[in-house]
């Protein structure tokens, strides 16, 4: 059998696969999404208080987020974008420019660690630095238009299997993923995040 005849019959195999694949998903019953998602996505579209208890579900967001992190963390960004710079530029570029001292405390690690940091980075074309017009012994940090693009494609890669887990998902599915996802963002927005008090 020639190269050519081989190679068709792998196309073929590969259809019949899929085709397998796509009958198995219409036959099968719909998965149940997760009961945080949908107690949101509820909770969105009636406009009122649901029976939900607060502690519990922060504590459930709390655990889902510590888990989508971990993920996201395993995937290759590449080219040398390190989750450090990756967190580093997303703040410099929806942010905007902030002084060294600024981007550490953001970022919760020394200057000293930022300092190595930045200059790494700005070795690479990431980022430049200005005087600080508001302090002469600062400067401001800003993201290049090379680390514009780097983050861009860094979180392109970085969500591409949450995007391809989440395109498995039927469209009523998808919408009350969309609609929770909204509905945190204004949470997270409102929050305080002031610790409860232990006082009585």
Same mark, same amino acid.
């Given at each position: 059998?020639?190269?050519?005849?081989?190679?068709?019959?792998?196309?073929?195999?590969?259809?019949?696969?899929?085709?397998?694949?796509?009958?198995?998903?219409?036959?099968?019953?719909?998965?149940?999404?997760?009961?945080?998602?949908?107690?949101?996505?509820?909770?969105?579209?009636?406009?009122?208080?649901?029976?939900?208890?607060?502690?519990?579900?922060?504590?459930?967001?709390?655990?889902?987020?510590?888990?989508?992190?971990?993920?996201? +963390?395993?995937? @290759?960004?590449? $080219?040398?974008?390190?989750? !450090?710079?990756?967190?580093? %530029?997303?703040?410099? =570029? /929806?942010?905007?420019?902030?002084?060294?001292?600024?981007?550490?405390?953001?970022?919760?690690?020394?200057?000293?660690?930022?300092?190595?940091?930045?200059?790494?980075?700005?070795?690479?074309?990431?980022?430049?630095?200005?005087?600080?017009?508001?302090?002469?012994?600062?400067?401001?940090?800003?993201?290049?238009?090379?680390?514009?693009?780097?983050?861009?494609?860094?979180?392109?890669?970085?969500?591409?299997?949450?995007?391809?887990?989440? +395109?498995?998902? @039927?469209?009523? $599915?998808?919408?009350?993923? !969309?609609?929770?996802?909204? %509905?945190?963002?204004? =949470? /997270?927005?409102?929050?305080?995040?002031?610790?409860?008090?232990?006082?009585?």
């Amino acid at each position: 059998m020639g190269k050519k005849s081989k190679g068709k019959e792998k196309v073929k195999k590969k259809d019949r696969k899929k085709a397998m694949r796509l009958a198995a998903a219409e036959a099968a019953p719909s998965r149940a999404p997760d009961p945080t998602i949908v107690e949101m996505a509820e909770l969105a579209q009636a406009g009122g208080r649901s029976n939900v208890d607060p502690m519990e579900l922060a504590a459930r967001l709390a655990s889902l987020s510590t888990v989508l992190q971990r993920h996201l +963390s395993r995937a @290759d960004t590449g $080219e040398g974008l390190t989750r !450090a710079r990756l967190s580093a %530029l997303a703040l410099l =570029v /929806l942010g905007g420019p902030r002084t060294l001292g600024d981007l550490a405390a953001a970022e919760h690690v020394r200057p000293p660690t930022m300092t190595r940091l930045v200059h790494a980075m700005e070795a690479d074309g990431l980022v430049s630095r200005t005087p600080n017009p508001d302090d002469a012994r600062s400067v401001v940090i800003h993201a290049s238009a090379k680390g514009m693009k780097q983050l861009d494609h860094g979180r392109t890669r970085q969500v591409a299997p949450l995007a391809e887990t989440i +395109s498995d998902l @039927d469209r009523a $599915e998808r919408q009350q993923l !969309a609609d929770a996802a909204d %509905l945190l963002g204004r =949470v /997270l927005r409102d929050s305080t995040w002031e610790p409860a008090s232990s006082d009585e």
